[in-house]
């Protein structure tokens, strides 16, 4: 049967999930959005005859699924109205909160009537991504992973460092155990708004595990940055997620030299089984989750760490030095103006 979607913000990320819906087999039958001419209009012109300008004609449609594509302060209140209407499938855009208390909350209301909330995190979908956990992180070529290191221009690290912050947290398998930042001063107004304010930053995280994160999303670079993966004994570059990537290794015979013989020999392998994913497939990957049974790949459990962690970051640049997680209950209710 034709899963039956409603969309709740009709901007470029919306566009998006319009074009997944019909990826997933599904149906958009009802899209909210209250802009005189919302964007998604512009390439799916037939959206205009389910357009509607109210929540309550929204969830009149008899929804299987509700996927909400706007700015971070509406997600947590929008997603509570829509399972309170009765729809129990939701898929809400990143980060899942403005701050980790709203994620606590939604996760209270969602779990009280078993509704499914998943969230776009949409790095966790990327089969590359998820054949480094399951394959090549611990393999005997490369060993355990230790680092992941991104780099990236302007973007705040509420809308855009969040990918990180959670690729960072997915592939290293856990909570940072401590978050240390300093933020920058974006240069310009946000482009969503002056209500908003995101800034950029250098975030350090340390794992459990011994394993290090470190995301810089500089609001003084204006340039795609870069992804390495380092692991024991070789590391994975990523310029481009969308084209092959590459893995550069120690050779057989030198593995078990020490780790400070830099010069042992290297070579330079294929990644296995490529596939380019894109964030129209990571879309429809997650409407697909939600629609699913079973565990989630990105539940509201992760948008919560992911909230935590940024929280942290924040928390941290305040203070001046390291934050430790899980967070204070106190430090939850955080208020992150984020587009």
């Known amino acids: 049967m034709t899963a039956r979607v409603g969309i709740i913000g009709l901007g470029r990320m919306g566009a998006r999930h319009v074009e997944a819906v019909g990826l997933a087999g599904g149906e958009v039958v009802a899209a909210l959005d209250t802009a005189p001419e919302p964007f998604a209009l512009g390439p799916f012109p037939k959206l205009a005859g389910v357009l509607v300008r109210s929540l309550d004609a929204l969830v009149a449609a008899r929804l299987d699924a509700v996927i909400i594509s706007t700015t971070a302060t509406t997600h947590a209140p929008l997603a509570t109205a829509?399972?309170?209407?009765?729809?129990r499938r939701v898929v809400v855009e990143k980060p899942a909160t403005a701050n980790p208390a709203d994620a606590v909350r939604l996760k209270a209301?969602?779990?009280?009537?078993?509704?499914?909330?998943?969230?776009?995190?949409?790095?966790?979908?990327?089969?590359?991504?998820?054949?480094i956990r399951t394959v090549l992180d611990g393999s005997e070529a490369l060993g355990p992973l230790r680092a992941v290191v991104v780099?990236?221009?302007?973007?705040?690290?509420?809308?855009?460092?969040?990918?990180y912050l959670d690729l960072c947290n997915y592939l290293i398998g856990a909570l940072p155990a401590t978050v240390f930042a300093r933020l920058t001063t974006p240069a310009d107004i946000n482009p969503r708004g002056a209500?908003?304010?995101?800034?950029?930053?250098?975030?350090?995280?340390?794992?459990p595990n011994g394993a290090r994160g470190f995301v810089e999303i500089?609001?003084?670079?204006?340039?795609?940055?870069?992804?390495?993966?380092?692991?024991?004994?070789?590391?994975?570059?990523?310029?481009?997620?969308?084209?092959?990537?590459t893995i550069q290794q120690r050779k057989a015979e030198v593995r078990e030299r020490p780790m400070s013989a830099y010069g042992a020999p290297q070579e330079e392998v294929p990644f296995p089984d490529f596939v380019p994913h894109s964030a129209v497939d990571a879309a429809?990957?997650?409407?697909?989750?939600?629609?699913?049974?079973?565990?989630?790949?990105?539940?509201?459990?992760?948008?919560?760490g992911i909230m935590q962690t940024?929280?942290?970051?924040?928390?941290?640049?305040?203070a001046g030095g390291p934050v430790p997680l899980p967070a204070k209950e106190a430090e939850m209710e955080l208020d992150l103006r984020i587009p």
């Open 151 to 163: 780099t990236q221009g302007g973007g705040g690290l509420g809308c855009v460092g969040v990918h």
């Open 109 to 131: 209301v969602a779990d009280r009537v078993g509704a499914r909330v998943v969230v776009n995190h949409g790095r966790r979908y990327s089969p590359n991504y998820q054949r």
């Open 218 to 245: 500089g609001d003084d670079v204006g340039v795609l940055g870069t992804i390495e993966l380092r692991f024991a004994r070789g590391f994975i570059r990523i310029a481009d997620e969308m084209r092959p990537w």
């Open 310 to 318: 940024l929280a942290a970051a924040h928390l941290s640049h305040a």
């Open 195 to 207: 209500q908003f304010f995101d800034p950029g930053g250098s975030v350090m995280m340390l794992y």
């Open 284 to 304: 429809r990957d997650v409407l697909l989750d939600a629609l699913a049974d079973g565990p989630t790949t990105c539940g509201i459990d992760v948008g919560l």
């Open 82 to 87: 829509v399972i309170q209407a009765g729809v």
